[in-house]
Every structure is written in structure tokens, then in C-alpha cells.
């Protein structure tokens, strides 16, 4: 069973940094892109960001370009997701997603505010 | 910008047939594949519908999936509905840069 553990997600003030991180297991993680997909409170789906399966290519939202940053470390099937200058647009519940047949995994809170 | 859109909500009755239509602002929404996503209240999405067509397994055949090339669009057709088929449903798809879109999701109201 394909699963998707987010972590990171805090409180952070405008202009700090965080770093997620997405653990998955349950299938093989190096054969697939992966995804960044945030949703703000009662609002719809956002596309943040995505990452070929080596890492070799990678993808940005023109709303986080240049403050973002997607990685991944496939020898501990891990996907992370640095945010810097943080901004209270980028209050969201954020989700990683794996390629292919898309899974979801349940999300880990960012709240920005000072 | 590509944009996809759909109807902000629709309703239909127990049992019966239900299409939310997905429609690409520009190009052809037949040149990337079309997803479709199911968001319980207070759950996140899950896939109901991937590769304009397919199901993943455990996604019961009331879903079905179709591209309609003449007018630009996508769409999710739910047969025999149920309550628990109450939800928010998004499409997805990729502009030319491989950036995703996704639709700005539609209710659907099982009454």
C-alpha cells in the first residue's frame, strides 16, 4: 500500500523558512516524479512543484519560484520541500503527491503570521 | 495562461447520473492527460480518475472519465449516485511548460 507521510508544517513568521518533508513507502520511489500541491484554508488545489525521479529536473509555480526549493534523497525515499522568505500567502495545508497513478498523502499544516 | 474551469457546484439525486465538465481556456485539453480528484470534507484528495480515463483500483466503474476534443473539455460522469458521492471534485491537467492546473473544483451535492 502506497503511503505518504508529511512533516514539517509550524507556525513560522513572513519572511522565515521551513522545510518539509514527505516519507513514502509502499512502492518503488525512484521510478516516479513527485509532487508539491498546497491548499489554503477553504480554497482549492495549488500546484507547487515537482521533481523528476532522479532529481535531475525540477519544477516551480511562478508564486514560489526563486523562494522554493524541491529535493529529494531517493536512498531514504524522502521528498522535501525548502521554503524560504515565507509570506502569508503561503499559509496552506501542504501535500505531497506520488506520480503515475496519483496518491495523496495527508498533508502537514504551514502557518505564516506574525 | 492555461486555465481549466468548472461549475461551481451541481446537485443531482440519489441513483441518478451526474457530469462536472472541465474546460481548458486555450490549446487543446487533449494534448496532456486529464486527472480527477475526489475531496471528502476534511480529507485530502484522492485520485478517482487518471490518464483522462483509468481508474485506480478500488475506484468503483460509477466513475468514468472522457475528453471532448470539439469543445475543449474534460469530463467526470458518476452514474447511480450515493451520499457518500458528495464532495468536491477537481480536475487537473499540464500547461506546455509541464506546470499543472487545476480546475477551480466543483461541489457536488448529493440531495
Known amino acids: 500500500e502506497v503511503q505518504l507521510v508529511e512533516s514539517g508544517g509550524v507556525a513560522a513568521q513572513p519572511g522565515g523558512s521551513l522545510r518539509l518533508s514527505c516519507a513514502a513507502s509502499?512502492?518503488?520511489?525512484?521510478?516516479?516524479?513527485m509532487y508539491w500541491v498546497r491548499q489554503a484554508p477553504g480554497k482549492g488545489l495549488d500546484w507547487v512543484s515537482l521533481?523528476?525521479?532522479?532529481?535531475?529536473?525540477?519544477y516551480y509555480a511562478d508564486s514560489v519560484k526563486g523562494r522554493f526549493t524541491v529535493s529529494r534523497d531517493n536512498s531514504k525515499a524522502s521528498l522535501y520541500l525548502q521554503m524560504n522568505s515565507l509570506r502569508s500567502e503561503d499559509t496552506a495545508l501542504y501535500y505531497c503527491?506520488?506520480?503515475?497513478?496519483?496518491?495523496w498523502g495527508q498533508g502537514t499544516l504551514v502557518t505564516v503570521s506574525s | 495562461n492555461f486555465m481549466l474551469t468548472q461549475p461551481h457546484s451541481v446537485s443531482e439525486s440519489p441513483g441518478k447520473t451526474v457530469t462536472i465538465s472541465c474546460t481548458g481556456s486555450?490549446?487543446?485539453?487533449?494534448?496532456?492527460?486529464v486527472q480527477w480528484y475526489q475531496q471528502r470534507p476534511g480529507s485530502a484528495p484522492t485520485t478517482v480518475i487518471y490518464?483522462?480515463?483509468?481508474?485506480p483500483s478500488g475506484v468503483p466503474d460509477r466513475f468514468s472519465g472522457s475528453i471532448d476534443s470539439s469543445s475543449n473539455s474534460a469530463s467526470l460522469t458518476i452514474s447511480g449516485l450515493k451520499a457518500e458521492d458528495e464532495a468536491d471534485y477537481y480536475c487537473?491537467?499540464?500547461?506546455?511548460?509541464?506546470?499543472?492546473?487545476f480546475g477551480g473544483g466543483t461541489r457536488l451535492t448529493v440531495l
Open positions: 521533481i523528476s525521479w532522479d532529481g535531475s529536473r525540477t
Open positions: 487537473q491537467s499540464s500547461d506546455d511548460t509541464k506546470h499543472w492546473v
Open positions: 509502499g512502492f518503488i520511489f525512484d521510478d516516479y516524479t
Open positions: 486555450s490549446g487543446s485539453i487533449a494534448s496532456s492527460f
Open positions: 503527491v506520488k506520480g503515475g497513478i496519483l496518491a
Open positions: 490518464e483522462d480515463y483509468k481508474r
